[in-house]
């Protein structure tokens, strides 16, 4: 294999070197204790309420209300559970929306809420897998004290209608929670503007180290602590702060930021140069997810019919081109994506179907290549299919009787 064609960036980006380079002092060098008084442990602490600033600037919020976690799946449950938590406090029975698209990490965590009493309504979405506000609006209860809608699908790539969804929320005086692991640092964000009172951010999917993100919460919004302890992180979360991955995240916000609208505007350009070429040259494939500005600017997800995804990535993997099926959090699985089914698909369909996402290395040439090695191999596939044999006879036949199949 003389080189590797990745486009799989929503399932992890590569680490940026500058971002390397930020984070190489403090694994090092600079290694105190943010919580120390002395200079070592002043010089860590600074490190990190810097980073926390570039993240706040970024979405309009406050230093204050940014809160440092593992990653989007922590910061999905603290949202989720620490809303079903303070409702429990204040006496208060908790019933949840979401819909049926979300990422897992907001699914199984609501679930886990059901099975200790929390009533959780899930939402459908349409065939481009966009939740409609009319529906949010008769779905609402007098205890629901959450709503949690993703700002864009991490497999099809529709950006959900958050703002409208947020001002029904806030007729009704409930939170609404957003996981924007996918979205932010691709597309402009102000919580403020949009009326988000918590979201979830994850550093791996914007060119920064796995293992960090964090939840924006409104101040005044949650009052418990995810984890008891000392006083790191206003004493909300408790334990000694990464502060060398804090530094990374923080470097590549900055740098996302200031790349955000040129970098946007070329992938969008060449996500739409591959989807057209894809459905133009070949047949019976669809285009799963939202067009144009109502999609994210790398996200392309297909079906093809006839074809079984596992077989097809396979055959790419032996050419060097990383896609995948999917959410990578689903890898494994022998159910049909919970997202396709959500919008319609048939499992034959959805079992079919691959995303390609596009990052800040992906070029022309390297979708060329790519295109050129799933038409082969989804010809190759079809020559070896029963269901496509017969229903290539079947179209003859339809021909020859003159009748339109």
């Not at 620490?82 to 908790?94: I, M, N, V």
């Not at 920064?208 to 418990?224: H, Q, S, T, W």
């Not at 995948?324 to 919008?343: E, M, N």
């Not at 079919?352 to 989804?378: M, P, W, Y």
């Amino acid at each position: 294999m003389e080189s590797v064609i990745y486009l799989d960036y929503a399932a992890t980006t590569p680490m940026r070197e500058e971002v390397f380079q930020a984070m190489k002092p403090y694994m090092t060098k600079e290694f105190g204790n943010p919580s120390s008084a002395y200079s070592l442990g002043r010089t860590a602490r600074e490190a990190v309420n810097s980073a926390r600033k570039i993240i706040a600037d970024s979405i309009g919020a406050k230093e204050n209300e940014i809160y440092f976690t593992s990653g989007g799946t922590e910061a999905d449950n603290w949202a989720v559970k620490g809303t079903y938590r303070k409702a429990l406090l204040e006496g208060r029975h908790c019933h949840i929306i979401t819909d049926e698209i979300e990422h897992h990490a907001v699914l199984h965590t609501c679930k886990a809420l059901e099975d200790i009493g929390c009533e959780v309504t899930y939402l459908p979405v349409d065939d481009t897998g966009k939740v409609n506000p009319a529906m949010l609006e008769r779905s609402i209860r007098k205890d629901t004290a959450l709503v949690s809608v993703m700002m864009a699908n991490n497999e099809i790539g529709t950006i959900q209608p958050i703002s409208e969804l947020s001002k029904i929320a806030k007729r009704h005086n409930i939170l609404l929670h957003v996981d924007a692991v996918q979205a932010y640092g691709h597309m402009p964000i102000n919580v403020d503007e949009l009326g988000i009172d918590m979201m979830s951010v994850s550093a791996h999917k914007l060119y920064g180290p796995k293992g960090i993100g964090f939840l924006y919460v409104r101040e005044g919004i949650l009052d418990e602590a995810l984890l008891n302890g000392g006083s790191q992180e206003m004493g909300m979360r408790a334990g000694t702060e990464n502060v060398a991955a804090i530094v990374g995240l923080g470097e590549a916000v900055r740098l996302a930021m200031q790349e955000l609208y040129d970098e946007a505007e070329r992938e969008r350009k060449l996500r739409d140069y591959f989807i057209d070429r894809v459905t133009a040259e070949i047949p019976y494939v669809r285009l799963n997810g939202a067009y144009g500005a109502g999609r994210l600017a790398n996200n392309i997800n297909f079906s093809f019919s006839f074809v079984e995804s596992e077989s097809l990535l396979i055959m790419l993997d032996m050419k060097g081109i990383c896609i995948s099926a999917g959410s990578a959090c689903a890898t494994g699985s022998k159910s049909p994506s919970h997202v396709l089914t959500a919008i319609g698909l048939p499992t034959n369909l959805a079992n079919g179907s691959i995303r390609l996402t596009l990052g800040r290395s992906t070029t022309k040439e390297e979708l060329d290549t790519a295109f050129n090695a799933i038409k082969e191999a989804v010809l190759a596939l079809r020559e070896v299919s029963i269901q496509y044999e017969d229903f290539t006879k079947g179209q003859q036949v339809n021909e020859n009787r003159r009748i339109l199949y």
